[in-house]
């Protein structure tokens, strides 16, 4: 009887996590996604950048390695700290001290069905809506298939809109989509001005 109840409740686990779908790669080291989310909500990443904070979507324990590994995040914190990025024309900008270039664009939201959903292997996509308001649609692992063979750099989706899940941003926070974070962007909101304007940075991924 135990033993029926406790796969009647894996089940019941199962199918709730199938509903609510799956949108960013898993941790399956605890240990380090306790210390990942702490770290994520503390200012030691900021590096004198206080204008926003992660969104509550992005992978805390991706976002702690790759800063970990990569000294670029650091650099980019500071570069975002010292800028205004308002007043910066549209364009490409390279970061300092780095090999990064950030991709300052001034456009408008589309409607879902002519957005085209993306992932990365080799860079981060980190995007910063600074003015506006632009909504994401983060595509469900489960649900969601590769449309095409990997080209470098992007993977396209076949995907259930009923399985998506829809964030907006706001100024005062930034996204980070790794290869996990299968996305869609520039989608239309509901607010009644659709123009926006979004800082770009590709990041290298670095495995180790």
Request: hydrophobic share 35%; aromatic share 12%.
């Amino acid at each position: 009887m135990n033993r029926l109840l406790t796969l009647m409740a894996a089940l019941v686990l199962s199918l709730s996590a199938m509903a609510q779908g799956v949108y960013t790669q898993p941790c399956q080291d605890k240990k380090l996604e306790k210390k990942a989310i702490k770290w994520k909500n503390s200012d030691k990443w900021r590096n004198g950048f206080t204008a926003a904070s992660p969104h509550e979507t992005v992978n805390a324990a991706e976002f702690y390695t790759q800063y970990k590994r990569n000294p670029q995040w650091k650099a980019l914190f500071a570069w975002l700290a010292k800028t205004d990025l308002m007043a910066l024309p549209a364009g490409q900008h390279h970061i300092p001290g780095t090999t990064m270039k950030a991709n300052v664009e001034d456009g408008e939201n589309g409607d879902l069905e002519k957005r085209g959903t993306e992932s990365h292997r080799q860079y981060v996509d980190f995007q910063y809506v600074v003015k506006g308001s632009e909504r994401f649609g983060l595509l469900d692992h489960v649900t969601s298939r590769a449309k095409a063979p990997y080209r470098p750099d992007i993977i396209n989706y076949d995907y259930e809109v009923d399985k998506t899940l829809f964030v907006d941003s706001t100024p005062d926070k930034f996204f980070i989509f790794f290869p996990g974070d299968w996305h869609i962007a520039k989608i239309k909101t509901d607010k009644a001005d659709q123009n926006i304007r979004v800082v770009v940075v590709k990041v290298e991924y670095k495995d180790k």
